[in-house]
């Protein structure tokens, strides 16, 4: 027997048009934006309009917050959606869209429906190295010992800022393709509960399936990334807990969505730190608030600037005033390459040609902005270990007052770079911080 076709949104038109009648004047619905001028930015304020182009984002997918107490049951009976995913921290949820219906339009609908605080496309997003496909480079033969012996470590005076600080007893999120649990580096640093919201299970392995996933030619890019990206961390920050948080395949790939709840699970078990060696171009509304919730707990949240080469400020999350943005310097303190550079950069880091831990107990060379990310992290973490009643504020101040000044290394890069590249033990010795 065959069914005449529902026209969902004919009926959504009606059906809105109806209820935008009914609560007429009830209140502004709008979503609440962060207030400009309460914190000073570490920078320069941090722009919020996204840059001309195309964003990909999931098929057939929309992301609602809502006001309190409500739920979608009601847009789903209008419009035929169906709820995928929440985030109770946010009122927040993950809305299938129904086939034949374009998500622009039902965005739009939807976004004006009443009830509703924000509405969303779910955004695509990478790690910076897979979408320049930049790989890593394992040859098998690398070792413990050449992990702890590279020259950045003593360019960024790694040795004495430890001698003072080593990360002990602070927990760093590192928001990414997960680790490899059985790593003999990484093992007995690693939080008990993390979590694998790719998988949606509590083992945040990160290993390779040998599958292209995103048909770009290429199988498992970023296989391995969190892995690096934790090893960083415990080179600048020895001592300190790792909690993986996988929220990014193999090939890189990860949407707003996703990263939004890997966000609020690092806040909600006690991060101090929060690494995302990640991004895309332009915002999005729920991750925004992720961002500003986990702002008002306290934690030093840093994020990678993205490989593009290019003055990109609308890369997010680096892109927000809240975000430590770090980008990647040579051996020689010069701007990478790869790396992006703009008005919004904090802080530069040493990202070129690093060896770190790797899949299946390696070790392994990559270089990227996500590489210099988790060296700011791990500052972060040995100055919270030298006073744990800092905050956020003064920790990313005090990085930055602790920097060396590279700018004459870059004259083509002035005022693009932020306040250097980082230095751990001139971080920690700073005089001109405090905690009041």
């Known amino acids: 027997m065959t069914h005449p076709a529902r026209p969902p949104l004919a009926f959504s038109l009606l059906a809105l048009l109806l209820l935008i009648v009914l609560v007429a004047g009830c209140g502004d619905n709008g979503l609440p934006t962060a207030p400009e001028d309460e914190?000073?930015?570490?920078?320069?304020?941090?722009?919020?309009?996204?840059?001309?182009?195309?964003?990909?984002?999931?098929?057939?997918?929309?992301?609602?917050?809502?006001e309190p107490g409500l739920d979608p049951t009601l847009i789903n009976i209008v419009f035929g959606t169906t709820t995928l995913r929440e985030i109770s921290e946010l009122n927040a949820f993950l809305l299938g869209t129904p086939e034949g219906v374009p998500v622009h339009e039902l965005l739009e609908l939807i976004s004006v429906f009443p009830g509703v605080v924000a509405a969303d496309l779910n955004w695509l997003l990478q790690s910076p190295e897979s979408e320049q496909r930049n790989m890593a480079f394992d040859e098998g033969g690398f070792t413990i010992d050449d992990y702890h012996d590279q020259d950045f470590l003593a360019r960024i005076q790694a040795p004495e800022a430890h001698a003072i600080a080593d990360g002990t007893g602070v927990l760093v999120a590192t928001i990414d393709t997960g680790v490899d649990l059985?790593?003999?580096?990484?093992?007995k640093h690693l939080a008990l509960d993390g979590y694998d919201f790719v998988a949606d299970d509590a083992t945040p392995e990160d290993e390779a399936d040998g599958i292209d996933q995103d048909r770009d030619g290429i199988a498992d890019e970023a296989?391995?990334?969190?892995?690096?990206?934790?090893?960083?961390?415990?080179?600048g920050a020895p001592e300190c807990t790792i909690m993986p948080v996988r929220v990014l395949d193999s090939e890189g790939w990860g949407d707003s969505f996703t990263v939004t709840q890997g966000i609020l699970f690092a806040v909600d078990h006690g991060a101090r730190v929060i690494n995302m060696s990640l991004g895309m171009e332009g915002s999005q509304v729920q991750l925004r608030q992720a961002i500003l919730l986990a702002d008002?707990?306290?934690?030093?949240?840093?994020?990678?600037?993205?490989?593009?080469?290019?003055?990109?400020?609308?890369?997010?999350?680096?892109?927000?005033?809240?975000?430590?943005?770090?980008?990647?310097?040579?051996?020689?303190?010069?701007?990478?390459s790869f790396a992006n550079y703009g008005k919004h950069i904090d802080l530069c880091a040493p990202g070129v040609g690093l060896l770190?831990?790797?899949?299946?107990?390696?070790?392994?060379?990559?270089s990227g902005t996500s590489m210099a990310t988790p060296l700011v992290s791990a500052g972060a973490a040995l100055l919270l270990d030298y006073n744990a009643n800092m905050n956020?504020?003064?920790?990313?101040?005090?990085?930055?007052?602790?920097?060396?000044g590279i700018e004459p290394a870059n004259p083509r890069y002035a005022g693009q770079i932020g306040r250097g590249r980082l230095n751990l033990y001139g971080a920690i010795t700073v005089e001109s911080w405090n905690t009041e």
Do not use: F, M
């Open 356 to 366: 770190s831990t790797y899949l299946n107990g390696k070790y392994a060379i990559w």
């Open 39 to 66: 914190k000073p930015p570490l920078g320069v304020p941090h722009h919020t309009t996204p840059p001309p182009g195309a964003r990909h984002h999931a098929h057939r997918q929309l992301v609602v917050t809502l």
């Open 296 to 336: 008002e707990h306290g934690i030093v949240l840093v994020g990678s600037a993205g490989n593009g080469g290019r003055n990109a400020p609308h890369h997010y999350p680096a892109g927000y005033r809240e975000v430590i943005a770090v980008t990647a310097t040579d051996a020689d303190d010069h701007l990478a």
């Open 392 to 404: 956020q504020d003064n920790v990313a101040s005090t990085l930055c007052l602790g920097a060396e």
């Open 223 to 235: 296989a391995g990334h969190g892995t690096h990206v934790a090893g960083l961390v415990l080179l």
């Open 182 to 187: 059985d790593h003999p580096v990484l093992a």
